[in-house]
């Protein structure tokens, strides 16, 4: 169970207090209505699900009731930072950002067994 | 007042635990559930009589009425006297949410040598004396339910939660009480 | 003297202190503090199992909770009884009743033995070979035959009477395990002021102290020490003890789950004590001192009862008191088990031989053998035992060939060096390291802050494993921002430093097939298996586990994985390392279910909600139902009424008459700013600026991708105040799709949301006398239609209290929607029912409800919508603006899947039998002659019966359903098919004047 630093409270809580809220930094777009069908898939239904760092949304929907984003490793669990929400993402020195490369295939990872 | 033998309180009477941690109903209190920005917070600490705490799990009491610190622009405030919260909140010509929930909450109260213990026999919040002290308040979880634990003497704590869920509270907390007092 | 093999003045229970207890209906006597394996030795009972494939003859090997062979049945009472328990962790209490397992019809006679004899059948990997032909021979004859055998023990069917408990705790450092290195660090950790957790499994804190009697600290006795260092830490207010505890899972950000054993080992307990308690730890800095697990010699046979770890032999001669044999050998790879000989040899057991693999021991211990007089074989190895129901000699030649001797024995004690119990470790994800100096894996790379001390670190040398565990203890202390207290020093001695350990087949275990020298005894592997899954193409370790079973047990390997991944790199001709270690996993022993579940049992197994007005409900008969954690009135059956009947009852008396209904589940928000209306139009498909107060709007609420996501009436009660309400499953989920647009996409409104759900009951009053109900009784509100029309709502008082009333409907009749402060909701339903009665109206539930709602054409979100229906499916185009530019869904709804022609839509059916109902989720075709599978074209979504309308209804979304009214569609069901009429979803009251009078 993850501990999680929720950047109103000022300390960490734990997870039974929170809600995953998905990928953060995802603006809706305030013309929406009139965004292509392409741009709306895009905003809406593609995510990019990385192994290692991502940028997301919780809710600490049983403490203080708001929004804010955090940088987490998804393979260690481990939290780089938490932020409120509308503030940029952090600077987050000597972690990179997840790329393809990081990305270990069942096949990669149990070649061996072949 | 006539109207007060109309009320039935969701936990009338309810009493239990042990010796190390009594569990009780509270007994009736207006609440207000308020919202503002930290502009409208010396105008609506005016208006309440107390100053609305700003900084995050910290509260103010004075004779029977609390503010509680939930979130960066909410209090939880509770007069233990029933006075009329909104009406005095009405008062602050500031932007702000004020609304009655003195029946949506009700309270249980967790006190003696091991309230702590029976308190975390269902929630994972930190309750030790350096990061809790009198005083301190926290929206939270106590097992399958959401509580506000307030700190109201070193043996002594108030767990408000909405009305429905009081008899699971209840019941919760007076099996970690029967538990921590062995 | 409680049993036979016990030896005066050895062991540190006492023997005054006695209990009796029996196995396999035998009553034994033990002594206060023994565990059911120490007790039977001491008896002399060595046969205690039989194991799972071969069923063959098993005995103790262990002291501890790596015990794979010595599970059994224990039983307080008929209820209180569990399977699988470990003898050698299990105390014995007065009066208990255990048993032995997996043996038919005894112990000492177990016809499954005969499995032994067709060993040659049940190679590795038998059961994907065997079961295969003929197919049909599975079902009838391999399934029941493997469900049969499956599992250990049985499992107990009556209810269990215990409870158990659970305890968040947070702490600046939790340390696992009490031996030496845990309560070092323990010391020094606590000494800083920090907040310490100490656990321990056993009984009694001390760990190897149990067994190893040299060692000396700060002068004292090593096992008295630790008992006085665990007082001394336990009267500590910063520091929690907590013996017969197994942290036994390590999971995410230092949160580490124990087990506490609170009762049983306890003859007559405390019935306010749970029997197990559960502490979910939240730990700053973990260190782990889980000391390290012997394991045993791979050789032929040796698995016989009488043949067992030295270092269980010392714990039951040292703690228990008990010789586990007369004449004992000794076969090791390692110096540690000399010193088991040494300590029986002092009590006066004659030790037959020891037999080294190695050419060269430890000279010291080698030294003291002589001293003590005692026959050393090095370069020698075991090759097999005879014996059968305990080993009664060794058979015994030089490594490399020769003759063979043959030695007398009554128990042999095994030794091939120790693996550290990095399990914990391994479940934090930290990486392990393999030391092929000394042939362990050992933590490698940390992944939380969490270190590693002692043994499970692969630190040897007692004042070395000291002072690791005090730096350890001082640092992960200071860590947390304690930096009180002195330093804590300890010396420590013992008698001789360890050297050697072999993993894999010793000698003895033959290149031959048929040889059994058993790597995991529970699940009955041996070194053969492993080789033949090697041979059979199972190249990686995780096949090669799962082929074989090896590590698969309820001991999950703690002795055999080494064994068997040493055996599989050399058949492989791999080194170690590259083979790989399977994973460790939560838990590290066994949990019961009760202690997973703590307190959610009974009444705590979840809230049951209950509406200011339950208790009227239920003293006037209602049938309840859940609806999600509420408790709502189903309907009120009168004396003799079956449920159909009730509810015709209930539906003809709210048209004729009216009826009273709690409608205090809704979900309300309260939605106050002076931006609440620009919130609400952008999460609303409708326009709200345009609502003035005072009056109610429908809202239909969509999800971004234009689906209906809830609905509800909402009241404009002041400019910036609007009373939202939701569907009953809804309420949270809505509130936080309302909080995150509000907090995150549209910050810049102000306005505020509060939910009153619960500040509210509510009781509807529906029907043509709905209003000469409600009317006396309401104060401050002209209730009369032209002043009150539909759709409004007003505040004012009802029987003297203050009330938000509504006038609305979901029946499709004049209504009301009563809503008054909680704690009025029982007294005020009161007088509303006091006048209801006396004019012939009834109580109603919800089963009424959604008839009502049908007939009248309201749908209700989440049954008669999936979350593939938009409001244009559903029939609501009407609430959808058309004049907005915004609102979530809005460019949803425009996808063009979601505009395309032939979407499934919302329509009435009336079937052609007017009688008969049809099942909900029924599908439909448009053709139930054409060929199996057919084309499906939708699904009935509700259905009832309609006593107003002398005829079933019902909803179903079909395609293109809309362009449909008045076809013949079919509903294909297993006896008949159902011929059904496509219609508007209006059955009552089109032209809504019952509504509106």
Known sequence: MLLIHCPYCEEERSELEFRHGGDAHIARPTNIADISDEEFEEFFFLRDNPKGLIFERWRHVHGCGRFFNAARDTVSDKFYASYKAGEPKPDLPG???????????????????? | MAEQSLRKAPLGGFHGGSAAAHVTAAGPATRLSLRAGADAVPALSKALGLDLPTKPKTSASLNGRHALWLGPDEWLVIDESGADLTALAAKAAVLHSAVDISHRNTAVLVAGTKAAEAIASGSPHDLSPKVFPVGACARTVLGKIEVVIFRTGEQEYRVECWRSFAPYAFALLAEGAEDAGL | MSGANRIAGQGRLTPARTARFSFDGKSYEALEGDTVASALLANGVHLVGRSFKYHRPRGIVSAGPEEPN???????????????????????????????????PSLSFDVGGFNNLLSPFFAAGFYYKTFMWPKAAWEKVYEPFIRRAAGLGTAPTEDDPDHYANRYATCDVLVVGAGVAGLSAALAAAATGARVILCDEQAEVGGALHYDRSVTIDGKDGFAWAQAAAARLAAMENVTVLTRTTAFGYYNHNFVGLVERVTDHIARPDRKAPRERLWQVRAKRVILATGAIERHMVFGNNDRPGIMLASAARTYLNHFGVAVGRKVAIYTANDSAYEAAFDLKRAGVQIAAIVDSRAKPGDAVLNEARNHGIEVLTGHSVIDTKGHRRVSSIIVMRNGGGGKRTITVDALLTSAGWTPSVHLFSQSRGKVAYNAETGQFLPGTYAQDCLSVGACNGTGGLQATIEEALAAGELMARATGNDGGEKVHLHGENAFEWTGGMAGAA???????????????????????????VREGMHSIEHIKRFTTNGMATDQGKLSNLHGLAIAAETLGREIPKVGLTTFRAPYTPVTFGTIINHSRGDLFDPARKTPMHAWEAAHGAVFEDVGNWKRAWYYPRAGETMHEAVDRECRTVREVAGVFDASTLGKIEVVGPDAAAFLNLMYTNAWDTLKPGRCRYGIMLREDGFVYDDGVVGRIAEDRFHVTTTTGGAPRVMNHMEDYLQTEFPHLKVWLTSTTEQW????????????????????????????????????????????????????????????????????????????????????????????????GYIIVGQDTDGTVTPYDAGLAWAVSKKKTDFVGIRGLKRPDLVKEGRKQLVGLKTKDPKVVLEEGAQIVADPNQPVPMKMIGHVTSAYWSENCGHSIAFALVEGGQGRMGQTLYVPMPDRTIAVEVTDMVFIDKEGVRLNG
């Open chain 3, 507 to 533: 000698e003895g275990a033959g290149a031959d097939t048929n040889v059994k020298a058993f790597i995991d005894f529970q699940n009955d592997v041996c070194a053969k298996d492993i080789r033949l899954a």
């Open chain 1, 95 to 114: 972690i990179s950002p997840a790329t393809e490369k990081t990305v270990e295939t069942y096949e990669a990872t149990e070649g061996t067994a072949k």
């Open chain 3, 761 to 856: 009951a509510v009781i509807a009053v529906q029907g043509p006398k709905a209003r000469e109900i409600i009317a006396p009784l309401v104060e401050g509100i002209d209730v009369s239609n032209e002043a009150f029309p539909h759709m409004s709502v007003r505040e004012g008082k009802i029987c003297g209290v203050p009330t938000r009333l509504f006038r609305m409907s979901f029946t499709g009749e004049a209504g009301f929607e009563v809503n008054v402060l909680a704690d009025y909701g029982q007294a005020v339903w009161e007088a509303i029912w006091a006048r209801a009665e006396v004019l012939g109206a009834c109580a109603y539930g919800t089963e009424t409800m959604h008839v009502l709602r049908a007939e009248k």
């Open chain 3, 70 to 104: 010595a599970l059994i049945d224990v039983a307080r009472d008929a209820a209180r009884r569990q399977p699988n328990v470990r003898a050698t962790v299990q105390e014995v209490f007065d009066g208990m009743k255990a048993t032995s397992q997996n043996r038919w």
